[in-house]
């Protein structure tokens, strides 16, 4: 809502500055977002009369003027020749500014010297139009300052309306509240109920609906542009001028909130007006020129032919104020706030009008609204008003609000007595009765939306002032902490982001042929995706049940930018449908299906993990890198290293791809991608992925880790190599050192990996330094040949292999 | 005379043999020359060492006298000798540690360094303040049941946030895939955290006091201020007593320990369907007002949907945008980086 300030203190003038009102308004909950000065700036220009003009000869367009200010006459020249000896028109004389920038000279053409300037609406900031000079109305006073007579340093307000104030939306309204706010007196017109002929008969088939209909008739007027004071005052508030009849209907809904349609009388067949739902079938075109196919639930104005406006929305174009029009059929009517909200949607007009019955407009504004209407009309368009009738079947009973004021106190903080809880809610126009400690409180005809209890106390709080309410810090009466599983969520971030990963947090939607490119089988559940109704493109048009392919995305990007060493990761949830073991969240009272949302950490890298530096080299990101990410995460929340096996399921290169598991719990794989995955998805060969679903590990928290006491006793060391076929994993190799080592073992670490000709083809060597400990006895060399033994016996019978001794 | 003679020689013999090392010691050059002075002045072949063995040869009081001028002797040699080594030592060390010099102005050696991205940090921080004031974190579904995100939260349902303009709503996971009129399906990314409120109150009884953290969703365009999917952080608390005072009182010292206890603030009246009376809190900063969060008294309907005795408890509730504060404690005037994922970008925080 844009309110030009010299309009609203018509009606309420609390003697304040723009901004100290738009502070009043911003702190009683009508928030002004801004305060422009459209039109502001423009100096010297003044109202001239046009007395002579003539072509110029040698030029197409210029044209030779004069007119006078009243005291002398000034030779223009002018492109525009839209006007007439006798017209009024905004003068920019030699040394005048427009809107605070332009400054007007003097300038010779075609041999005459133009002294300045015709100006345009746009020149003046006042509209859009520039196709002519603005022909002002005829009693502008000849040689006027146009800044003074148009108000064009006038400031205006830009409010942003809450969906519940729709009073909000009309200067009445707004005025009201900065009354009750401020206690300056309200100034508002008085309304007149319609006298004389009924005129157009007026039949509501849907009273539910349309629940008034005031129809006044205007005789004899004349299509013509409205005044200059009210273009300036439309214009500023964002509405177009268009003729005197349609403007004064706007300036009227400005005012009063009430939208108002205007009918040429005499197009109307019967004529007679029928408020009724559309039948099958009906087409009406609105003034916007579309031809509209009608709903069945789109509440119409008929007239005895047919349709002639989608009410409340827009009226239609065979009914529509032209420039022939001599009488005018006024419809200022109620409807409801749901049949134009979905009328609006549904053919997708969304107008002044609509905005506001969207926001309730009581029943009540009619009168006031038609009165202004009609006389704005007579004012601007001439003519008179013959007659009218208002039809208001059945007015709602007015709702009484028991407000309990002990309950008032208790939920506002402040202590306010049953009185001044009364005076508060007297203010913005309530009646109050007293009832015991109680009042009973039935709220103005403006305000539809105070309905309850607590909307009173949302009044009361208002008036009194929201700075004035103290401040209290309740304890809560526990500790504050997060989840356990939160906790080990956030332990795992850090702990990857101090192990070289960096976190990324990309949107969590993705497309089918993102699941295709994976090459993830038929049956695998990561296929199936949760479809956007709305997406916002066709990449993103499903919800992702797999990590990898938004990775990949972020992966790519940066490499493109010329960031070739990527080591990112991503904890979030992907969308699985539910299963028993793996349920979505209850779905309410109808029991909707909910997919399943796991929390899952995925891995992407390509490049260097380890950056070149001028002293050592760099070193590829590989498999290891992201094992160690694991790693990182099962050691932040406490948990033994995960068990790793070798997969070749898709979309990793057959050889170089492991799945996690945790206490025989599937975890995850990670990989590096298949040579045409990763062509498929644009990324560098060798690229990486990983995907670890994380309930599993975030389960219970962090685990708290128990103390290893070392001994006091000094350790053995010593190492073993053990010989074993090229396909044996080196974890059943480590698995079978520590076993047969014994118990005393303390620590078991592979140290080198050899392969050639002293171990044979196709077999590898692995050395580890084991240690023992014990911290019951001094170990002797007879322990560390023990366990040697042990170790040769248990490498034989569990991976085959050998010591090399 | 002789006597005397020989006495005196006897006498200026150690000392003579004292000032010849004391000037060799002090012209040795390197430690080397000290250890060969050492060894020739007071080793076993050195003129000291001779004279020592004579002393047998004197008479007693002779005999005594000498001794002493000999252990004079050495004892300054000694001390001599120690003084000059610690001299050499000195100038041996600034210059083989001065050939050792590195350049220190080199590039200095780190693991691989990650970074944690910044809206989930704000959000962290932002918990921090909330759990001190004695919430407990809770965490609700993304994909949301309509009548969570908006019935249940006093959502009239014609409400425009409903739309497909402004929802984003997903298809029916049991297959049912026809739609409403005009899209609708009942089943939609939520809008906002607030929904979670329902399902706080319908799994716990009061006093309740929760913070609710995630990621919520909208049908935006993305542009330099929205994105289609942000972070928002929910707080409800609930108890029989709790007051409009008390809802302030808790914002303010939560928006103060974010944003530093000099930050001017002001509650606003606003609407939402899910409270009433409704405020929003806006901060100066950087000369101007700017919105923080939207909050309110709990809507007596929503307690009810919850669960909760209208007349029986009350309390209150807010949510505030978690991006626009990691914008506001980065400098940073494009939600769009946040979603970018340039590393240039991410690596800079």
Redesign the interface.
């Known amino acids: 809502m844009r309110v030009p300030l010299s309009w609203l203190t018509e009606y309420v003038d609390p003697g304040l500055s723009a901004e100290q009102l738009a502070d009043v308004l911003t702190m009683g909950g009508l928030e002004v977002e801004a305060i422009e000065r459209p039109t502001g700036g423009t100096r010297g220009v003044r109202v001239l009369e046009i007395l002579d003009i003539a072509k110029i000869e040698g030029s197409d367009k210029l044209h030779l003027v004069h007119a006078t200010d009243g005291d002398e006459t000034w030779e223009v020249v002018a492109g525009a020749s839209n006007f007439s000896a006798g017209d009024k028109v905004a003068g920019a004389l030699p040394g005048a500014v427009l809107q605070g920038s332009f400054e007007v000279g003097r300038r010779k053409m075609f041999g005459h010297t133009s002294n300045g300037m015709l100006a345009s609406a746009r020149e003046l900031g006042v509209g859009e139009d520039h196709s002519g000079i603005w022909v002002l109305d005829d009693n502008a006073p000849v040689g006027a300052d146009v800044t003074e007579l148009l108000d064009l340093d006038d400031p205006v307000l830009v409010l942003d309306v809450t969906p519940d104030r729709g009073y909000g939306l009309s200067l009445h309204g707004l005025a009201r509240d900065i009354s009750a706010l401020t206690g300056a007196e309200l100034r508002l017109p008085a309304s007149q109920a319609p006298t004389g002929d009924p005129g157009v008969p007026v039949t509501i088939a849907d009273p539910d609906r349309c629940r008034r209909f005031d129809a006044r008739t205007i005789r004899g007027v004349s299509v013509r542009p409205s005044p200059a004071w009210l273009q300036r005052r439309l214009a500023a508030a964002g509405m177009r001028p268009v003729s005197g009849i349609v403007d004064a209907t706007n300036a009227a809904m400005l005012e009063t909130g009430n939208p108002i349609h205007a009918y040429d009388l005499a197009l109307l067949t019967g004529p007679a007006i029928e408020v009724r739902v559309a039948r099958a079938g009906e087409r009406l075109t609105t003034l916007d020129g579309v031809e509209r196919a009608l709903s069945t639930d789109d509440l119409l104005i008929c007239d005895a032919g047919g349709p002639i406006a989608l009410a409340g929305v827009m009226g239609g174009e065979p009914t529509e104020i032209n420039p022939s029009t001599s009488d005018v059929l006024l419809e200022v009517a109620n409807f409801t706030p749901q049949t134009v909200l979905r009328t609006a949607r549904r053919h997708g007009l969304h107008t002044e009008g609509s905005k506001r019955w969207e926001r309730s407009v009581p029943p009540e504004s009619a009168p006031l609204a038609a009165t202004r209407c009609a006389q704005l009309i007579t004012e601007v368009a001439g003519g008179s008003v013959v007659g009218g009738a208002d039809h208001y079947p059945s007015p709602p009973a007015r709702p009484v609000i028991r407000l309990r004021t002990q309950h008032a106190r208790s939920r506002l903080g402040v202590d306010l007595d049953p009185s001044t809880q009364a005076s508060l809610l007297e203010r913005i126009s309530c009646t109050v009765v007293p009832a015991g400690e109680d009042l009973d409180v039935t709220p103005p005809t403006y305000r539809p939306d105070l309905l309850v209890e607590a909307d009173l106390h949302e009044e009361i709080v208002r008036v009194h002032g929201y700075a004035r309410v103290p401040t209290r810090v309740p304890s809560s009466g526990q500790v504050g902490r997060r989840t356990p599983e939160h906790e080990a969520r956030r332990a795992m971030r850090r702990m990857l982001a101090g192990g070289g990963w960096t976190e990324v947090m990309p949107f969590p939607f993705i497309a089918d042929a993102d699941i295709d490119a994976l090459g993830l089988p038929d049956a695998d559940r990561r296929r199936g995706t949760v479809p956007l109704v709305n997406p916002l493109s066709q990449e993103e048009a499903v919800l992702r049940t797999t990590l990898v392919p938004s990775l990949l995305r972020v992966l790519r990007h940066n490499v493109n930018r010329q960031r070739a060493d990527v080591a990112v990761f991503e904890i979030g949830h992907v969308y699985l449908p539910p299963t028993e073991d793996d349920p979505g969240a209850d779905g309410g009272p109808e029991q909707v299906t909910l997919p399943a949302e796991p929390q899952v950490l995925g891995l992407a890298a390509c490049g260097a993990f380890e950056a070149a530096r001028h002293d050592s080299p760099g070193r590829p990101a590989d498999l290891h890198d992201l094992l160690g990410a694991v790693d990182l995460v099962r050691d932040a929340v406490g948990r033994a290293p995960v068990a790793v096996t070798p997969t070749d399921e898709a979309p990793y290169h057959p050889g170089r791809a492991a799945r996690l598991a945790l206490d025989g719990a599937e975890l995850g794989t990670v990989g590096e991608l298949h040579p045409r995955v990763a062509e498929a998805f644009e990324v560098p060969p060798r690229t990486l992925v990983g995907e670890v679903r994380l309930d599993a590990l975030l389960d219970g928290g962090i685990r708290p880790r128990v103390a290893a006491v070392p001994s006091a006793l000094p350790p053995i060391r010593f190492d073993v190599a053990v010989v074993v076929d090229e396909d044996v994993p080196a974890a059943d190799v480590a698995d079978a050192v520590s076993a047969g080592a014994g118990p005393a073992l303390a620590e078991c670490a592979l140290f080198d990996v050899y392969r050639g000709p002293s171990v044979g083809e196709g077999r590898k060597s692995l050395a580890y330094r084991l240690r023992l400990e014990d911290p019951e006895r001094q170990l002797t060399d007879a322990d560390e040949s023990a366990a040697i033994d042990g170790v040769a016996a248990s490498v034989e019978a569990r991976v085959g292999g050998m010591l090399r001794r | 005379m002789s006597h005397a003679e020989g006495g005196t020689t006897h006498a200026t013999e150690p000392d003579r043999l004292r000032d010849e090392a004391l000037q060799a010691i002090a012209s040795a050059r390197d430690l080397d020359e000290l250890d060969e002075v050492r060894t020739r002045h007071l080793g076993k072949r050195s003129g000291l060492a001779a004279l020592q063995r004579t002393l047998g040869q004197l008479d007693p009081d002779e005999r005594r006298k000498r001794g002493q001028a000999i252990n004079a002797a050495r004892t300054a040699l000694a001390e001599a000798e120690a003084a000059r080594r610690a001299q050499l030592e000195a100038q041996r060390d600034q210059v083989q540690l001065a050939a050792e010099a590195i350049d220190v102005t080199?590039?200095p050696?780190t693991?691989?360094?990650?970074?944690?991205?910044p809206?989930?940090e704000t959000m962290?921080a932002m918990?921090d303040v909330?759990?001190?004031?004695?919430?407990?974190?809770?965490?609700?579904?993304?994909?949301?049941?309509d009548?969570?995100n908006f019935d249940?939260l006093n959502t009239p349902p014609?409400?425009?946030a409903r739309?497909?303009q402004d929802t984003?709503?997903?298809?029916?996971?049991?297959g049912s895939t026809q739609?409403a009129e005009?899209?609708?399906?009942?089943?939609l990314?939520r809008t906002q955290t607030s929904p979670m409120r329902i399902?706080a109150m319908?799994s716990s009884q009061p006093?309740l006091?929760v913070?609710v953290p995630g990621?919520v969703y909208r049908?935006d365009?993305p542009d330099a201020t929205h994105l289609?999917?942000f972070h928002q952080i929910e707080g409800l608390?609930v108890?029989t007593?709790?007051?409009?005072?008390?809802l302030?009182?808790?914002l303010?010292?939560a928006a103060k320990a974010l944003l530093g206890e000099d930050v001017a603030l002001?509650?606003?009246?606003?609407?939402f369907p899910f409270t009433?009376?409704?405020?929003e809190l806006d901060a100066f900063y950087a000369g101007r007002w700017m919105e923080l969060l939207g909050a309110g008294?709990v809507?007596?309907n929503v307690l009810a949907a919850g669960g909760y005795d209208p007349d029986r408890y009350?309390g209150f509730a807010w949510g505030m945008g978690v991006d626009r504060m990691a914008m506001l404690r980065h400098d940073i005037a494009d939600l769009r980086l946040?979603?970018?994922?340039?590393?240039?970008f991410?690596?800079s925080l």
Request: hydrophobic residues 35%.
């Open positions: 080199l590039p050696r693991p691989a360094r990650g970074r944690l991205h809206v989930h962290e918990l909330l759990t001190g004031l004695g919430y407990r974190v809770a965490e609700g579904p993304e994909v949301e049941t009548w969570h249940a014609d409400h425009p739309s497909l984003i709503y997903v298809h029916r996971l049991d739609l005009d899209g609708p399906t009942g089943v990314l399902r319908q006093p006091y913070a990621r049908s365009t289609p999917m608390a108890d007593d709790l007051s409009f005072a008390d302030k009182g808790s303010e010292v002001r509650f606003r009246p606003h609407f009433e009376p409704s405020c008294m809507h007596p009350q946040f979603i970018e994922n340039d590393l240039r991410l690596q």
